[in-house]
């Protein structure tokens, strides 16, 4: 007798850790930690990490809607122009609803067959990029940005099926990702640190 287990598919996303980046002299902004922890086949990788602020969270919005025309997507915490990134309170809560989010995205079929949405969840891809890459302009494909970033994310140990894939994995490994600037060519960014701003316009 042969028993098959079907094992329930799962997404675990929190997004968490607050930081306050300096982008200028003049001007600063808050981004989030997104740990991403699955068992589902939609997934290039089954547990990844990466930082977002919150005009990503908008723009991955917009691209999603656009995608998926008859789908009414969730709102994002409203932008106020009272919100202070000194208040604990309003950090919180804005990252509450941007977990809350990114959990009902999670759950749409449809949605989760967006390569961007992948991009956003476990690369550090500007949305430039993740524009790029997605239409086909880029020399890496959204799997090899996913595994490529997934190589040089220190916090979890890469698998035997990267060591494999030859030296230039090893190579870029070795050197220092802490820029967390955008990626030119074939180098993506990485890191749960924090990433400048300066990739953004």
Not at 65 to 85: C, D, R, Y
Not at 112 to 135: G, K, Y
Not at 177 to 183: D, E
Request: aromatic share 8%; with cysteine; proline share 4%.
């Amino acid at each position: 007798l042969i028993f098959i287990m079907h094992l329930q598919e799962f997404v675990t996303v929190l997004v968490r850790d607050p930081r306050t980046q300096k982008e200028d002299s003049w001007h600063s902004y808050i981004d989030y930690e997104i740990f991403i922890h699955t068992n589902s086949m939609c997934f290039t990788r089954k547990t990844s990490c990466v930082r977002r602020r919150f005009r990503e969270f908008v723009w991955l919005r917009q691209r999603l809607q656009s995608n998926a025309v008859l789908i009414q997507l969730p709102e994002l915490p409203s932008k106020t122009p009272f919100f202070n990134m000194n208040n604990p309170h309003h950090v919180d809560h804005r990252r509450q609803g941007l977990q809350e989010f990114l959990e009902k995205i999670l759950q749409d079929a449809l949605l989760l067959s967006d390569s961007r949405l992948h991009l956003f969840l476990q690369t550090q891809l500007s949305p430039e990029d993740m524009e790029a890459c997605v239409s086909g302009q880029t020399k890496y494909s959204v799997a090899d940005a996913i595994h490529k970033f997934a190589s040089l994310n220190r916090r979890f140990p890469v698998e035997d099926e990267e060591r494999k894939k030859g030296k230039n994995d090893a190579d870029s490994d070795s050197e220092s990702s802490s820029s967390g600037l955008g990626p030119s060519g074939d180098s993506i960014s990485c890191g749960c640190k924090a990433s400048p701003a300066s990739e953004e316009s």
